[in-house]
């Protein structure tokens, strides 16, 4: 079938397609010129060709029972299918409070309510992510004496998942109240969208001295039940603020709704998820536990199972030159202490670190490197990957509801970076070279019952979070991690990720491959301050793990820019100039304790 008949039929068969919005036809024909399973997403055209076309035959030819097939059939979604972890959780060892179903925040009790059991109240399926809609949602079972808290909403274009959190007063009945009323946010009866119904979104009407942590959704106009939900005594709440984008016109011209979370999040912050939804300005608050004792926060030997069930596999590139070490390694091959001023008379570091200056701050006055000798350094440069280990600091975040492990990897030496200049691939010599390199992942995990729900990937001076929906596991509940080539940044999933804009940035290239690490195999707990486990005196060092790189960056650029012309030449270098210095690597980084991650929560 040529071009021009595929684009009459696709034209032809736009309303039998359904309600799958097509791109412009005119890029239709980059679509078939190979055979692509029935599953994978189109590039060129950014849509499904599973839901929207079945099997692409080669030689640029489209089956028309295809289309009818297509038309015949519902087309899921996939938040049509709730997500499950891919084993069974363990059986959690004997303790206090952790994975007990129910935290205590100081006489409120709180449920984690799963979505995956609850009630459809609404959905549309225009607007929001890939332009799928999103559905809200209420529990379908809450304990006997628990109450609903609010609604819960969600994307359309992820499995379903997620949770909300149902509460029990369990003192004089004055910490939970009835909302006195309702106020109508917002309703979907103007909109000209694809949509289950009528949608209302209503704000509870708090008495005074209480606050509304969640909205309600109802798919009539009729105001819901005054004992639907409950609100909250002030002195229990925390500020909340907007966090994921839901559904909306993503811009002024309409509502749009968000997850909402605690303005303060961090180990000593009590501020808790309610899992809810907010409306664009409205008020909500979220939970505050009042309790403050870390009962509920896994015990030594919880953690242990907690990591031997969702531990990483970390994967390297198959070019991966500078692989990661134990921190007692590479201190043991020779790595030096210098001092500021005595520069002449560097000192080997005792395998434990107990010569190295503890605690005070990023002064400037010690540094570490890699031994004097060439042969040493270039050994050294390149880690030992079977003598590596991963470090652990577990911490608790959002009130204690959660437990998250930081998983600390140690390199002695971060590669030369690679950027990417639309078509043309350049090396950047010595750009992004420095010595000691620390990265992690974080594992989030719920203490009400000990389920991963999160995986966070550090990437140089930034990171992003990734639902466990969205995870790539192997060996049961363990996520996999891709680190990329020479800088290890860590992303969930394999390929090329551009670090700028415009087609200019920096390579980030992660494969996986043969070289792998099973952290569960290598890893030791390093600190965990609830529990008062003794830190290691290399954790304490609070100064730089490399030295200071001196090189001339405009000279730099000079080499490596002399194939490059008029705007990209000008672009390139204003992007080069640009780069943060953790991705310039002028200067060795500092250890993860003096991370603002450290007390705080990831980006």
Known sequence: MSTSM????????????????????????????????????????????????????????????????????????????????PSPLPEWPPGEGFARETIDLGGIHVYQCG???????????????????????????????????????????????????????????????????????????????????????WLPVAPQGYKAVGHVV???????????????????????????????????????????????????????????????????ACLKNVKSNLSCMPNLTQIETLFQAYSPWIYFHPKETY??????????????????????????????????PQGG??????????????????RVK?????????????????????????????YPFNGPAKAKVEVIDIPLRKIGEHVGDWEHVTLRVSNFNGELHRVYFSQHSGGSWVDASDLEFQGGNKPCAYTSLHGHAMYSKPGMVLQGSGGIGIRNDTAKSTIVMDTGLQYSLVAAEYLGVVEPPWLNYFRKWGPKISYD?????????????????????????????EVLGEEGPTGPKVKRNWKGDEV
């Open 553 to 581: 960056l405009a000279d730099e650029v000079k080499k490596v820019d002399k194939i490059l012309r008029g705007k990209l030449k000008t672009a390139f270098e204003k992007f080069i100039k640009g780069l943060p210095n």
């Open 218 to 284: 109802t798919n009539t106009n009729d105001k819901p039940s005054l004992d639907k939900t409950r609100c909250v005594r002030s002195d229990f709440t925390d500020e909340s603020e907007n966090s994921t984008w839901i559904w909306g016109p993503g811009n002024a011209n309409g509502i749009n709704f968000f997850g909402s979370r605690p303005v303060n999040r961090g180990t000593q912050d009590m501020g808790v998820c309610v899992g809810t939804f907010v409306a664009q300005d409205s008020r909500l």
């Open 6 to 85: 595929l684009n009459a039929v696709l034209s032809l068969h736009l309303t039998s397609i359904g309600d799958w919005p097509l791109p412009q036809v005119s890029s239709y024909s980059q679509c078939f010129q190979t055979s692509l399973p029935a599953s994978q997403l189109c590039s060129s055209c950014n849509i499904n060709i599973q839901h929207t076309f079945g099997k692409i035959e080669m030689g640029n030819c489209l089956k028309l029972s295809s289309l009818r097939d297509v038309s015949k059939r519902n087309k899921a979604l996939p938040i049509d299918t709730a997500f499950r972890l």
């Open 361 to 378: 701050s990023n002064d400037g006055n010690y540094w570490l490197d890699l031994p004097m000798d060439e042969a040493s350094k270039e």
């Open 323 to 356: 692989l990661p070490s134990s921190v007692s390694w590479f201190f043991a091959n020779g790595a030096l202490l210098y001092t500021k001023g005595e520069e002449s008379k560097p000192v080997p570091i005792e395998q434990t670190g107990s010569n190295l």
């Open 382 to 410: 390149k880690g030992d990957l079977r003598d590596s280990q991963v470090y652990l600091h577990v911490k608790p975040m959002l009130g204690a509801t959660y437990s998250d492990i930081a998983i600390w990897v140690f």
């Open 115 to 201: 979505i995956s059991s609850s009630t459809k109240v609404w959905a549309t399926h225009e607007g929001g992510a890939e332009n799928l809609g999103a559905s809200f949602f209420e529990p379908s079972w809450i304990p006997d004496g628990y109450y609903m808290l609010g609604s819960y909403a969600q994307p359309n274009n992820k499995l379903l998942s997620g949770w909300v959190l149902a509460a029990k007063d369990d003192t004089d009945d004055s910490l939970l109240k009835q909302p006195v009323d309702y106020t109508l946010v917002w309703s979907s009866q103007s909109l000209k969208i694809k949509q289950d119904g009528i949608g209302y979104i």
